[in-house]
């Protein structure tokens, strides 16, 4: 049992208290869609064998996969019973086979001495912190130079977000990531605040050690992973909207203002 900071111990209640259920209630064909977009982007950047480390690895699923793709990955997560289903969920027989650590992204010492190709971190596992600068500074020490941080984050502009919210004539909720405070909700009687990271911002909190690549929207117009309801009702309209999705999640202002971002850093040479 790794020592969690106070900042974190919310964050490691909720998710402990969600994680048997976590893949059946969160998991559906947006989610598999954005995952194989960023497996696709992996692939690009590095060949099988590489190293890969997945921070708030969660159940296991993004590090299943990419073990099955033929990387060496090691995943970290920050709670203890997310990792027990990752571990449940990896096949005995999958080589190489993904190992676990629990412990938190901003803080990697666990981790001294080794170094990795690609950092992910998947499905704004780094909204639960404030410190994009320090993150980056922890994850720029087990990336090798010329190696990619690969991270889908949640901007505070939201395109679909505002619009759902005006369609439905709650401007509360259209502007919900804009409040001073934001609590993640469906965790039941647990929560934690959450923290977002418009594109700019954090390409600049990067910028000592990383260099930026690219950079999509996902979900800007099109429905989220959490919007199951409008995918039923208008799975047409939905079908329409993942294409134009992907013309204007890759335009330069657009692509900050999705549901999510997808953003691929490179190591520089600069030293911590």
Known sequence: ??????????????????????????ENDVTQRIRTIVYSTISSLAPPHSPLLDINCGTGIDATALSSLGYSVTGIDISSSMLEQARTRTPRTSRPAPEFHQCNFQDLSILSGRTFEVVLSNFGGLNCSDSVEQICREVAGVTVSGGHFVAVVMPRACIWELAAGFAKFNVGEGVRRFRKEVYATGFGSHSFRVYYHPLRKFV?????????????????????????????????????????????????????????????????????
Do not use: Q
């Open 1 to 26: 049992m790794e020592r969690i900071e106070p900042m974190f111990v919310d964050v490691a209640r909720a998710f402990d208290s969600i994680a048997p259920e976590f893949d059946t209630s969160f």
């Open 204 to 272: 600049k909190a990067a910028s000592k050690w990383f260099d930026p690549v690219s950079a999509r929207g996902l979900c800007v117009v099109s429905p989220p992973p959490h919007a199951s309801g409008f995918r039923s009702s208008f799975s047409k309209l939905s079908g329409v909207l993942r294409r134009v999705d992907n013309i204007l999640g890759r335009l330069p202002v657009l692509r900050g203002m999705g549901d999510h971002y997808l953003i691929v850093l490179r190591r520089n040479t600069n030293r911590l």
